[in-house]
């Protein structure tokens, strides 16, 4: 049992690596990708934590929310082009309770 809990805690840790701005830019241009420098650099000084995340997606929520493209509208009510819907899809006569 100690050989087992020997290698779940192993396997538990993190090892951090802390890499150097440099060392990431020679490694993306090393795969192939074309590196902005500058903009990287700018990434790399400013962190987002959760709350920001949290409040842009808030933030982009009630913009969907706030629309201005839906003025509000109610359902239109219109007898003669209910009718018309209802005998095309074939549903022209209503139902009666009794």
């Known amino acids: 049992m100690a050989k087992l809990n020997h290698k779940i805690k192993l396997k538990s840790r993190v090892v951090q690596?802390?890499?150097?701005?440099?060392?990431?830019?020679?490694?993306l241009e090393a795969k192939g990708y074309e590196v902005?420098?500058?903009?990287?650099?700018s990434r790399s000084r400013v962190r987002k934590t959760i709350k920001d995340i949290?409040?842009?997606?808030?933030?982009?929520?009630?913009?969907?929310l706030d629309d201005e493209?839906?003025?509000g509208d109610e359902l239109?009510?219109?007898d003669k082009l209910a009718a018309?819907?209802?005998?095309?899809?074939?549903?022209a006569k209503k139902r009666l309770r009794d």
């Open 17 to 27: 690596k802390v890499v150097s701005l440099t060392e990431m830019e020679e490694d």
């Open 36 to 41: 902005n420098k500058e903009s990287l650099r």
């Open 54 to 64: 949290e409040e842009g997606q808030d933030r982009v929520a009630k913009m969907a």
């Open 69 to 71: 493209s839906d003025d």
């Open 76 to 78: 239109m009510q219109d």
């Open 84 to 91: 018309k819907e209802g005998q095309e899809r074939g549903r």
